[in-house]
């Protein structure tokens, strides 16, 4: 079946600029995650939603970036006035549901800010 | 807090040689425990998982991870690697039988096989 997919595969944009990193996750997974991998380093958790609720939004780095699910099943991560130390590998995570089971992951979309 | 510690950050092994990656975390609680793999061009997936029971947990591609709960360590084992071993490995825990779930990762190792 159909994996976790991320869209744009990659965002090229300046510092300053608005960007908006689309995730569809695997159909009928409740909770979904967001992590930011920067270079040589591990995933870092960002933001978890359940349903359509952000349940924990502890891992954003700051009132620049903000994630909804209106409908509980595709996410859009937004990220405002784009700073050159935000170009990572933005990854989405989708589980079948709230509990320590296993998380899918995308392909990811690799942000460079100019 | 938190914490995951890998500290093969680069590793390159022979066809046929055997594999240890050590994965040391930091947590004071239950906690579940998964090693992910990334091949090259590719997405992240799981080898392995250890949630409760047996120690020795047995993954895909004949890799295996044991927990050693006093050591606070799960570290993964393949006896013969291949050069289709070739990737990069994400140990990752979290919280046992509560909250998020999330993910708390290690920095990775990349494994090289040579042919």
């Known amino acids: 079946g159909a994996g976790v997919s991320q869209t744009p595969s990659n965002k090229v944009t300046e510092k300053g600029k608005y960007v908006e990193l689309r995730c569809d996750p695997i159909s009928g997974h409740t909770a979904l995650y967001w992590y930011r991998q920067s270079l040589g380093q591990g995933p870092e958790f960002l933001i978890y939603?359940?349903?359509?609720?952000?349940?924990?939004d502890s891992g954003l780095p700051n009132d620049r970036f903000f994630a909804v699910r209106p409908e509980g099943s595709v996410s859009t991560l937004k990220i405002q006035r784009t700073e050159r130390g935000d170009s990572a590998v933005y990854l989405c995570a989708s589980s079948v549901d709230r509990g320590p089971g296993e998380q899918f992951f995308g392909p990811g979309t690799r942000l460079t800010v100019l | 807090a938190q914490s995951v510690s890998q500290h093969n950050h680069h590793v390159i092994l022979s066809e046929a040689a055997s594999l240890e990656l050590g994965c040391n975390y930091s947590y004071g609680g239950t906690v579940n425990l998964f090693w992910y793999v990334q091949y090259p061009g590719q997405h992240l997936q799981l080898l392995l998982k250890?949630?409760?029971?047996?120690?020795l947990v047995k993954g895909i591609k004949g890799f295996e991870a044991e927990f050693i709960k006093s050591k606070f360590s799960f570290n993964l084992r393949k006896p013969s690697v291949q050069w289709s071993d070739t990737a990069e490995y994400f140990c990752?825990?979290?919280?046992?039988?509560?909250?998020?779930?999330?993910?708390?990762f290690g920095t990775g190792t990349r494994l090289k096989v040579l042919a």
């Open positions: 250890y949630f409760s029971g047996d120690p």
């Open positions: 990752a825990v979290n919280a046992g039988t509560s909250g998020t779930y999330k993910y708390i």
């Open positions: 939603f359940q349903g359509t609720g952000a349940a924990d």
